[in-house]
Protein backbone atom coordinates (compact mmCIF):
# COMPACT_ATOMS: atom_id res chain seq x y z
CA UNK A 1 0.00 0.00 0.00
CA UNK A 2 1.48 3.35 -0.83
CA UNK A 3 0.93 6.06 2.05
CA UNK A 4 1.35 9.57 1.12
CA UNK A 5 1.93 12.23 3.11
CA UNK A 6 1.93 15.85 2.85
CA UNK A 7 3.22 18.55 5.51
CA UNK A 8 2.44 21.14 6.33
CA UNK A 9 -1.11 20.51 7.20
CA UNK A 10 -2.08 24.37 7.37
CA UNK A 11 0.19 27.13 5.99
CA UNK A 12 -0.08 31.15 6.11
CA UNK A 13 1.89 33.44 4.40
CA UNK A 14 2.06 37.23 3.57
CA UNK A 15 1.84 37.83 -0.54
CA UNK A 16 5.03 37.40 -2.09
CA UNK A 17 5.81 35.44 0.25
CA UNK A 18 8.04 32.04 -1.49
CA UNK A 19 6.09 28.91 -0.49
CA UNK A 20 6.72 25.18 -0.23
CA UNK A 21 4.63 22.33 0.36
CA UNK A 22 6.31 18.68 0.52
CA UNK A 23 4.83 15.32 -0.07
CA UNK A 24 6.15 11.95 0.67
CA UNK A 25 5.28 8.80 -0.48
CA UNK A 26 6.27 4.94 0.52
CA UNK A 27 7.02 3.24 -2.38
CA UNK A 28 8.07 3.47 -5.76
CA UNK A 29 5.96 4.99 -8.25
CA UNK A 30 5.88 6.16 -12.30
CA UNK A 31 4.19 9.64 -11.56
CA UNK A 32 3.05 12.00 -9.03
CA UNK A 33 0.12 14.54 -9.80
CA UNK A 34 -0.11 17.70 -7.80
CA UNK A 35 -3.58 19.21 -7.75
CA UNK A 36 -5.37 22.19 -6.31
CA UNK A 37 -8.89 22.78 -4.94
CA UNK A 38 -10.29 26.13 -4.39
CA UNK A 39 -12.90 26.81 -1.98
CA UNK A 40 -16.13 25.73 -3.42
CA UNK A 41 -14.43 22.23 -4.26
CA UNK A 42 -13.48 22.82 -8.15
CA UNK A 43 -10.16 20.28 -8.72
CA UNK A 44 -7.30 21.57 -10.81
CA UNK A 45 -4.39 19.54 -12.23
CA UNK A 46 -1.24 21.36 -11.93
CA UNK A 47 1.36 19.06 -12.27
CA UNK A 48 2.27 15.69 -13.35
CA UNK A 49 5.88 14.63 -12.78
CA UNK A 50 7.91 11.64 -13.02
CA UNK A 51 11.11 12.89 -12.87
CA UNK A 52 12.96 16.01 -12.01
CA UNK A 53 11.36 20.10 -12.80
CA UNK A 54 8.19 21.18 -13.81
CA UNK A 55 7.42 24.98 -13.98
CA UNK A 56 4.32 26.51 -14.86
CA UNK A 57 4.07 30.69 -14.38
CA UNK A 58 5.04 31.20 -10.92
CA UNK A 59 4.49 27.28 -9.58
CA UNK A 60 7.83 24.65 -9.57
CA UNK A 61 7.00 20.88 -8.95
CA UNK A 62 9.82 18.74 -8.55
CA UNK A 63 10.41 15.07 -7.25
CA UNK A 64 13.60 13.14 -6.05
CA UNK A 65 12.45 9.49 -6.62
CA UNK A 66 15.12 7.92 -5.00
CA UNK A 67 13.76 9.72 -1.70
CA UNK A 68 10.83 9.20 -2.48
CA UNK A 69 9.89 13.09 -1.97
CA UNK A 70 8.13 16.33 -4.04
CA UNK A 71 7.74 19.53 -3.73
CA UNK A 72 5.26 22.11 -4.94
CA UNK A 73 6.76 26.10 -4.66
CA UNK A 74 4.94 28.88 -5.31
CA UNK A 75 6.76 32.30 -6.29
CA UNK A 76 5.64 35.54 -5.14
CA UNK A 77 2.75 34.34 -3.40
CA UNK A 78 -0.60 35.75 -4.19
CA UNK A 79 -4.23 35.78 -2.23
CA UNK A 80 -5.40 34.10 -5.02
CA UNK A 81 -3.47 31.38 -4.45
CA UNK A 82 -5.24 30.11 -1.69
CA UNK A 83 -6.39 27.09 -2.13
CA UNK A 84 -5.77 23.27 -0.37
CA UNK A 85 -3.03 21.66 -2.63
CA UNK A 86 -2.93 17.70 -3.11
CA UNK A 87 -0.40 15.42 -4.25
CA UNK A 88 -1.39 12.08 -4.96
CA UNK A 89 0.26 8.92 -6.90
CA UNK A 90 -0.97 5.58 -8.49
CA UNK A 91 -1.48 2.78 -6.34
CA UNK A 92 1.10 0.26 -6.16
CA UNK A 93 -1.26 -2.73 -6.14
CA UNK A 94 -3.29 -1.34 -8.96
CA UNK A 95 -2.01 1.69 -11.12
CA UNK A 96 -5.35 2.97 -12.00
CA UNK A 97 -5.86 3.69 -8.85
CA UNK A 98 -5.05 6.91 -7.44
CA UNK A 99 -3.91 7.72 -3.57
CA UNK A 100 -4.31 11.32 -2.47
CA UNK A 101 -2.25 13.13 0.24
CA UNK A 102 -4.72 14.86 3.07
CA UNK A 103 -3.90 18.25 1.30
CA UNK A 104 -2.42 21.15 2.23
CA UNK A 105 -4.74 24.47 3.18
CA UNK A 106 -2.64 27.77 2.21
CA UNK A 107 -3.61 31.01 2.89
CA UNK A 108 -1.81 34.13 1.46
CA UNK A 109 -2.82 37.19 2.72
CA UNK A 110 -2.88 40.93 1.49
CA UNK B 1 -14.96 25.62 -18.30
CA UNK B 2 -12.69 22.44 -17.27
CA UNK B 3 -14.63 20.09 -19.95
CA UNK B 4 -16.48 18.11 -16.99
CA UNK B 5 -19.85 19.19 -15.61
CA UNK B 6 -21.84 17.70 -13.00
CA UNK B 7 -25.38 17.94 -11.73
CA UNK B 8 -26.62 19.02 -9.06
CA UNK B 9 -24.31 21.08 -8.02
CA UNK B 10 -26.10 20.54 -3.98
CA UNK B 11 -28.47 17.95 -2.83
CA UNK B 12 -30.25 17.56 -0.09
CA UNK B 13 -32.04 14.60 0.51
CA UNK B 14 -33.50 12.15 3.26
CA UNK B 15 -32.88 8.78 3.90
CA UNK B 16 -35.36 7.17 2.37
CA UNK B 17 -35.08 9.29 -1.22
CA UNK B 18 -33.48 7.61 -4.40
CA UNK B 19 -31.58 10.81 -6.20
CA UNK B 20 -29.50 10.13 -8.95
CA UNK B 21 -25.93 12.47 -9.74
CA UNK B 22 -25.34 13.59 -12.98
CA UNK B 23 -21.58 13.59 -14.86
CA UNK B 24 -20.37 14.24 -18.54
CA UNK B 25 -17.37 14.92 -19.73
CA UNK B 26 -16.53 16.97 -23.03
CA UNK B 27 -13.32 15.42 -23.41
CA UNK B 28 -13.24 12.65 -25.74
CA UNK B 29 -12.02 10.77 -22.95
CA UNK B 30 -12.85 6.90 -21.99
CA UNK B 31 -12.14 6.71 -18.14
CA UNK B 32 -14.04 8.33 -15.78
CA UNK B 33 -14.28 7.96 -11.89
CA UNK B 34 -16.61 9.11 -8.99
CA UNK B 35 -14.75 9.70 -6.11
CA UNK B 36 -16.34 11.04 -2.50
CA UNK B 37 -14.53 13.41 -0.20
CA UNK B 38 -15.69 14.18 3.29
CA UNK B 39 -14.53 17.00 5.58
CA UNK B 40 -11.16 16.58 6.70
CA UNK B 41 -10.32 13.24 4.84
CA UNK B 42 -8.32 12.79 1.77
CA UNK B 43 -10.25 12.08 -1.96
CA UNK B 44 -11.56 8.77 -1.82
CA UNK B 45 -12.17 6.84 -4.93
CA UNK B 46 -15.69 5.17 -5.57
CA UNK B 47 -15.58 3.44 -9.16
CA UNK B 48 -14.04 3.71 -12.05
CA UNK B 49 -14.49 3.21 -15.50
CA UNK B 50 -12.60 2.50 -18.64
CA UNK B 51 -14.36 2.10 -22.30
CA UNK B 52 -18.23 1.86 -20.01
CA UNK B 53 -16.82 -1.00 -18.62
CA UNK B 54 -16.43 -1.05 -14.86
CA UNK B 55 -13.16 -1.49 -13.61
CA UNK B 56 -12.68 -0.54 -10.12
CA UNK B 57 -14.88 -0.90 -6.87
CA UNK B 58 -13.70 0.49 -4.03
CA UNK B 59 -14.99 -1.47 -1.58
CA UNK B 60 -18.39 1.04 -2.06
CA UNK B 61 -21.85 0.03 -0.22
CA UNK B 62 -24.61 -0.92 -2.55
CA UNK B 63 -26.49 2.11 -1.44
CA UNK B 64 -24.33 3.96 -4.48
CA UNK B 65 -24.80 2.42 -7.55
CA UNK B 66 -23.12 3.66 -10.81
CA UNK B 67 -23.88 3.78 -14.21
CA UNK B 68 -22.09 4.36 -17.38
CA UNK B 69 -24.04 4.59 -20.44
CA UNK B 70 -21.31 5.38 -22.56
CA UNK B 71 -18.07 6.96 -22.30
CA UNK B 72 -18.86 10.86 -22.08
CA UNK B 73 -21.82 9.81 -19.00
CA UNK B 74 -21.64 8.66 -15.84
CA UNK B 75 -23.92 8.40 -13.35
CA UNK B 76 -24.31 7.84 -9.32
CA UNK B 77 -27.41 6.32 -8.36
CA UNK B 78 -28.25 7.30 -4.40
CA UNK B 79 -30.93 5.00 -2.08
CA UNK B 80 -31.53 4.67 1.20
CA UNK B 81 -28.41 6.83 2.38
CA UNK B 82 -26.64 7.71 5.43
CA UNK B 83 -26.22 10.97 7.19
CA UNK B 84 -22.39 10.02 7.04
CA UNK B 85 -22.73 9.85 3.49
CA UNK B 86 -22.80 13.54 3.31
CA UNK B 87 -19.91 14.70 1.36
CA UNK B 88 -18.82 16.51 -2.07
CA UNK B 89 -18.85 13.99 -4.88
CA UNK B 90 -16.32 14.69 -7.32
CA UNK B 91 -16.57 13.50 -11.12
CA UNK B 92 -13.42 13.17 -12.96
CA UNK B 93 -12.20 12.01 -16.58
CA UNK B 94 -8.88 10.92 -18.50
CA UNK B 95 -7.93 9.97 -21.18
CA UNK B 96 -7.32 6.58 -19.84
CA UNK B 97 -6.85 4.63 -16.31
CA UNK B 98 -3.04 4.99 -16.59
CA UNK B 99 -1.42 6.32 -13.47
CA UNK B 100 0.16 9.07 -15.65
CA UNK B 101 -2.77 10.46 -17.39
CA UNK B 102 -4.25 13.99 -16.12
CA UNK B 103 -7.22 13.49 -14.41
CA UNK B 104 -9.97 16.17 -15.44
CA UNK B 105 -12.38 17.20 -12.52
CA UNK B 106 -15.71 18.58 -12.80
CA UNK B 107 -17.02 21.07 -9.67
CA UNK B 108 -18.90 18.49 -7.70
CA UNK B 109 -22.15 17.92 -6.56
CA UNK B 110 -22.32 18.82 -2.17
CA UNK B 111 -24.91 16.65 -1.05
CA UNK B 112 -26.13 16.67 2.75
CA UNK B 113 -28.54 13.41 3.82
CA UNK B 114 -31.19 13.98 6.52
Known amino acids: KNEVEQSPQNLTAQEGEFITINCSYS?????LHWLQQHPGGGIVSLFMLSSGKKKHGRLIATINIQEKHSSLHITASHPRDSAVYIC????????????FGTGTRLQVFP | ETGVTQTPRHLVMGMTNKKSLKCEQH?????MYWYKQSAKKPLELMFVYNFKEQTENNSVPSRFSPECPNSSHLFLHLHTLQPEDSALYLC?????????????FGPGTRLTVL
Open chain 1, 88 to 99: AVPSYINTDKLI
Open chain 2, 92 to 104: ASSQDTQGEDTQY
Open chain 2, 27 to 31: LGHNA
Open chain 1, 27 to 31: VGISA
